[in-house]
Nanobody
Framework: QVQPVESGGGLVQTGGSLRLSCAAS????????VSWFRQAPGKERDFVAG????????RYADFVKGRFTISSDNAKNTVYLQMNSLKPEDTAVYYC?????????????????WGQGTQVTVSS
């Protein structure tokens, strides 16, 4: 399975936490860049966070620094996005994307494979 599969979205109150998972079969994450993007209704799909390999290389959007943490478990071929101190403006569909070239970029079109997305809703 090449397509990433997201899970873990849901409804949470302001200040709460969620952990999203992005999984794919086979040993295909270890050398790839895997990133999370998000898209709110009527808005562009924005980069949230990215990781390469086991976590020595990560990158975050300014609006999630200090609140979100991206990590990977290569043995499980899974990338996680731990989201803390959630705000209503974090409400969006969150997408996992894989870039075969192992360099994190914030540009949507540079990613090769996308998941179907998982909805995150933060109530005020």
């Amino acid at each position: 399975q090449v397509q990433p599969v997201e899970s873990g979205g849901g409804l949470v109150q302001t200040g709460g936490s969620l952990r999203l998972s992005c999984a794919a079969s086979g040993h295909i994450f270890s050398n790839s860049a895997v990133s999370w993007f998000r898209q709110a209704p009527g808005k562009e799909r924005d980069f949230v966070a990215g990781i390469v390999g086991s976590g020595g290389n990560t990158r975050y959007a300014d609006f999630v620094k200090g609140r979100f943490t991206i990590s990977s478990d290569n043995a499980k071929n899974t990338v996680y996005l731990q989201m803390n101190s959630l705000k209503p403006e974090d409400t969006a569909v969150y997408y996992c994307a894989r870039r075969v070239a192992g360099v994190i970029t914030t540009t949507r079109r540079t990613y090769d494979y996308w998941g179907q997305g998982t909805q995150v809703t933060v109530s005020s």
